[in-house]
């Protein structure tokens, strides 16, 4: 039992695997076994998938530590994705939701997309501290000069 609620706990397992299996249910099941699909969308899923798959291997690759908070960065990571956006795997969660969202025109999946988002915001904000606290003077001036979410905007 303490394996399975470790397994959804999991931030991935949720986003890649349950929400979507969610969603689909319940779209199916609303729709009378039909689903509402949009074709133009689902080259978000694929990007928000590898964004996150890709980002997360190139900062494991170049500042050590584990995937997520668990098992933080040993080495600051400024280079790649990350010196445009501070949080471009999180990113990657939201852009794979806001493709769910799209391709199958579901509002259950806009309110988790949503909430989704709020979420990671007030995670981020926590794990900002944790940073500034591990890597200091170096971090806040990250913070500085990288914007949060999308480049240029916020």
Known sequence: MARASKWLRSTSIRTFLVYPLVVVSWELLLNEGRLRF????????????????????YRI????GGPGMDTPPERLVTTGPFAYCRNPMYLGYIIFLLGLTLSLRSELSALITLATAIWFHFRVKRDERRLVERFGQPYADYIARVRRWIPGLF
């Open 61 to 64: 690759r170049h500042g050590g």
């Open 38 to 57: 949009e074709p133009w969308f689902p080259p978000l899923l694929a990007w928000g998938y590898l964004q996150f798959r890709l980002v997360g291997r």
